[in-house]
């Protein structure tokens, strides 16, 4: 594209430079892109800027809060730590009166808030004597809580008879509980607690005396309810001995009209007869079977088969005998005949023991007969006992369903009386020990150190929210703020281009003094006393940050069209103190630095200021050439810049407006053209008077400065609308005073680049060229 194309200035005076063009004013008359993305760098540049504000509001919230935390009287805390063990049941098994049962967090709990309780704070006070005490004596109320008071007493009148606290002790308790703290440790049964008090003595006096309390209350309940339990024991035990014994009589009573008999272990004694003669019963029957079966046998004639013969030895013996002497004879009947000696004796022998075996077979018979009649009566008669043993034992059994709920209602009201007399001496007991399940594992010791204030956190504390207020106040100014700070908000909001950008003095030297400025070595040059410090930098101190700012600008200017720059234009501004003497004068010497022959018109005849700048008091001026007192020549005057003559203001006149207004004005500009390269008119503030837009009338173009975070974007605007309304072609803006160490614009990594970190070598050299052509030149 063209646009993109380098162009040469049409001019002898610069055969050898060439510039790029800049954007041309027609490309700022389109809309704006939309705005980028805020950066945290962006907040930062805020903070900047801002940072007074910061500074102050910070220091006054850590004034206020230094005074005040200096000012507050020391506060020492003293703590103590206890032991809240499980009570053990093995001690006494008395749990149903007393519950001596293992604690659980829920009793813990209930212990922590017995250790805040209203009645031990009592005990402790009452114990101290606190209410005596200045620190915990009630204050003089005021109207109000005199009146809350009297509405008060109204209301609860007569609570002091009910029991309640009287006034002057129920302050204390408040008091004293808001100065307790109660502080259970974690996974542990230990709990700390803190008392705070101006007196560290006092604080760890009342803080033991608290604890000692806690434990001495502890076993004061444990007393009062085995007394409680002992008389509540002994009112029922009387009414039971009572019972018991009628309860034995009657017992007693029903046993022996009933002839209910029973033995030491407490069985019927019916019952045991009963299974007594069942087992006799069954015995003689059994007998009976066996001697019935003899005697079959016996009445079978087979006697030789009976056991009783079997087994008499008697009956064995003459068995054997009678087999001996049959044999005997047998022998002899062999050799002698029957009336042998020997065989009548031998048969004598057998017909003898014949006899006795039938004796002793008959007696046999015979016993084993009666042995089975005996068995046969013997179960009759047990069996007839057997029958009357169950009637009376199905008797008894009806009269025993009668006996055993009088006994266990006798045994019942025995174990009762029992285990409450038991208690009753375990009760008596209990109230005589002392041991408690609470301990005090550390006690409170004299503190040396207030917690109270807490001066360097309050500080911290202090510093941290004041700054975060002048943060928060700072970003809300910023918010509120609708003055230029950057060529950004020029094209944002003005639409129309920045020519340049010219840095505070004090952002570039980090002094409020603007006696020194940094050149291109990084090293401070004298700049001259007085105004023209700031006015003549560009001439005073070439090779400095603030005379490469204003050679930016120039380089815009000349850029600032496509066939040729404008050779005469005025510089202004929208309100007063913005600096548009300062950079007339300073584009001035600028141009002249090119080798061009540059004229400075101060067209402010109403506060005018180059005549002081370039020392010129006393001679005629613009006013005296339009009302035709002087000629052009005599209002011309030449000064120390090489090539920049200055035509003053001269006398203040009555009617500026009216002067300008002539045509001479216009002539003026005209003629001065033909001997000087560029003609520079310094014109009043536009908002103010009218001579800004009229003296925009007689150049061919205007360029307005603005005072950067100063100058509203809405005055601006209406004066770039005067210019525009009233000449036609604006240049641009200068932005004019600009902090480049909150600047948004990419001015400011361009000086502090320079400035910071030493990167202006390779200016320096440029700078030095310039300087050697500017003697060539000369």
Request: hydrophobic content about 35%.
């Amino acid at each position: 594209m063209s646009n993109d194309k380098p162009v040469r200035i049409p001019s002898e005076r610069y055969p050898d430079v060439t510039y790029q063009r800049v954007p041309s004013l027609e490309s700022f008359s389109q809309e704006p892109q939309d705005e980028a993305e805020i950066h945290l760098l962006d907040y930062w540049r805020i903070i900047v800027a801002r940072r007074w504000t910061i500074y102050a509001i910070a220091t006054t919230v850590v004034l206020v809060t230094m005074i005040a935390t200096f000012k507050q009287t020391p506060i020492y805390q003293a703590t103590t730590s206890i032991q809240i063990d499980r009570e053990n049941p093995n001690i006494l098994s008395f749990k149903d009166v007393y519950a001596l049962e293992s604690q659980t967090d829920d009793t813990l709990q209930t212990q922590y808030k017995v250790l805040s309780s209203r009645t031990l704070a009592r005990r402790v006070i009452e114990t101290l004597k606190l209410t005596e005490m200045q620190e915990f004596a009630p204050k003089e109320p005021g109207l109000l809580a005199l009146y809350q008071k009297k509405l008060e007493d109204l209301i609860a009148s007569g609570r002091n008879e009910n029991g309640q606290e009287p006034d002057n002790l129920r302050r204390a308790i408040d008091a004293y509980l808001k100065r307790l703290e109660v502080s259970p440790v974690r996974q542990a049964r230990l709990v700390n607690v803190s008392f705070e008090s101006k007196n560290p003595l006092l604080a760890a006096t009342i803080v033991n005396t608290h604890a000692a309390q806690f434990k001495e209350q502890n076993l004061q309940y444990k007393f009062d309810a085995t007394q409680d339990a002992s008389g509540f024991l002994q009112e029922r035990l009387v009414g039971l001995q009572s019972k018991l014994e009628n309860a034995e009589d009657r017992l007693q009573e029903y046993s022996q009209r009933n002839k209910i008999l029973f033995t030491e272990e407490g069985k019927d004694t019916s019952t045991d007869n009963l299974k007594q003669l069942e087992q006799e019963f069954i015995r003689a029957q059994t007998e009976r079977f066996q001697k019935e079966s003899m005697d079959n046998i016996a009445q079978s004639g087979d006697t030789d088969a009976l056991p009783q013969l079997t087994n008499n030895q008697l009956f064995s013996n003459l068995t054997t005998r009678l087999a001996e002497l049959r044999r005997d004879e047998s022998q002899l009947a062999v050799t002698f005949g029957p009336e042998y000696p020997s065989r009548k004796r031998i048969r004598g022998q057998i017909e003898e023991i014949d006899r006795t075996l039938k004796d002793e077979k008959a007696r046999v018979v015979q016993g084993i007969q009666a042995e089975y009649k005996t068995a046969l009566q013997r179960e009759k008669l047990l069996s007839k006992a057997l029958e009357d043993q169950k009637d009376e034992v199905n008797r008894i059994k009806q009269e025993i369903i009668q006996y055993n709920i009088l006994k266990r209602e006798v045994d019942s009201l025995r174990a009762l009386y029992d285990g409450l007399l038991m208690r009753l001496k375990e009760a008596e007991i209990s109230a005589g020990l002392k041991a408690s399940n609470v301990r005090v594992v550390d006690r409170a010791e004299t503190p040396n150190i207030p917690v109270s204030p807490r001066k360097s956190i309050n500080l911290l504390l202090s510093l941290l929210g004041g700054l975060a207020l002048g943060i928060a106040v700072a970003f809300f100014q910023e918010y509120m703020d609708s003055s230029i700070k950057s060529s950004d908000d020029i094209t944002r909001h003005l639409k129309i281009a920045t020519l340049g950008m010219i840095p505070k003095l004090q952002s570039l030297t980090g002094s409020r003094k603007y006696g020194y400025a940094y050149g291109h070595s990084q090293t401070l040059e004298k700049l001259p006393e007085g105004n023209k410090g700031i006015e003549l930098i560009t001439h005073a101190s070439p090779h400095s940050l603030m005379a490469e700012a204003y050679r930016s600008v120039r380089t815009s200017l000349l850029l600032s069209a496509a066939d040729h720059p404008p050779h005469s234009f005025i510089v202004t501004s929208a309100l007063p103190s913005e600096g548009k003497t300062v950079t007339a004068v300073n584009m001035a010497i600028s141009l002249t630095q090119t080798g061009s022959k540059v004229i400075l018109i101060d067209g402010d005849m109403r506060k005018p200021r180059l005549h002081n700048v370039f020392g010129l008091n006393g001679g005629p001026g613009l006013s005296g050439f339009l009302s035709g007192s002087a000629t052009l020549k005599d209002v011309i005057y030449p000064t120390e810049v090489p090539n920049l003559f200055v035509l003053p203001c001269g006398l203040l006149p009555p009617n500026p407006a009216e002067l300008i207004l002539s045509d001479r004005l216009r002539q003026m500009v005209h003629v001065l053209r033909n001997y000087f390269d560029f003609v520079i008119l310094d014109s009043p503030p536009l908002l103010n008077v009218s001579d800004a837009r009229i003296l925009s009338l007689a150049c061919e173009a205007s360029m307005l400065v603005i005072k950067a975070s100063a100058t509203s974007r809405y005055v601006a605007k209406r004066a770039i609308d005067d210019l525009a309304a009233s000449s036609g072609r604006v240049l641009g803006t200068v932005l004019n005073d600009v902090d480049v160490r909150v600047s948004s614009s990419g001015y400011q990594s361009y000086y502090t680049s320079k400035y910071s970190y030493g990167g202006y070598g390779s200016y320096g050299a440029y700078g030095n060229q310039r300087g050697d052509r500017k003697s060539q030149n000369s």
